[in-house]
């Protein structure tokens, strides 16, 4: 069974940084791409970042490029998101994900919840 | 940047009725999009990828169609299991997920 497990998400002041976690379970996790995607507190689906299977490839948006940054330990089966220079908008639901068919995204962690405030 | 426009916002439906929700992508995806539902407090859950192509284990009722810039997510008989929020999500330039819908009941 798939599992993927985020952590990590404090309750930080703007401008202060955060590293969050994704453990992942299941399955051959070194094959897979896999994805960051935020979610505002009422608001819709935003995505964030995504790595190649090999950590060879990254992307972001154009909303966290150049404050994080996305990486992979495939020997620990782990997902991470180091986020620096927070701003209040960061606030939301992170979520990691694993690409599928169709680079659709099937299976999701439960999220973990970050706050940007003073 | 590829921009996803979702309409309705919001669609209020009895049980039984046939619901469309309509996807419009800002250039051409080919078939590169999926549809996600997702109830409060859970994460999306996958029901169509590639445009057209139904996930396992999702209900028969929903179904997708088009490609280019034009989508559609059908549900052919609204069961009281599907009042939920719907994305699309295209996956032709990076990802963008539409601005969702809220299937209300009606």
Sequence with gaps: ???L???GGVVVQPGGSLRLSC??????FDDYTMHWVRQAPGKGLEWVSLISWDGGSTYYADSVKGRFTISRDNSKNSLYLQMNSLRTEDTALYYCAKEDRG??????GQGTLVTVSS | DIQMTQSPSTLSASV?????ITCRASQSISSWLAWYQQKPGKAPKLLIYKASSLE???PSRFSGSGSGTEFTLTISSL??????TYYCQQYNSL???GGGTKVEIK
């Design chain 2, 79 to 84: 069961q009281p299991d599907d009042f939920a």
């Design chain 1, 23 to 28: 453990a992942a379970s299941g399955f051959t």
């Design chain 1, 5 to 7: 497990v985020e952590s």
């Design chain 1, 103 to 108: 680079y659709s995204l099937k299976y999701w």
């Design chain 2, 56 to 58: 396992s284990g999702v």
């Design chain 1, 1 to 3: 069974e798939v599992q």
């Design chain 2, 95 to 97: 990802l963008t997920f």
């Design chain 2, 16 to 20: 039984g009725d046939r619901v469309t």
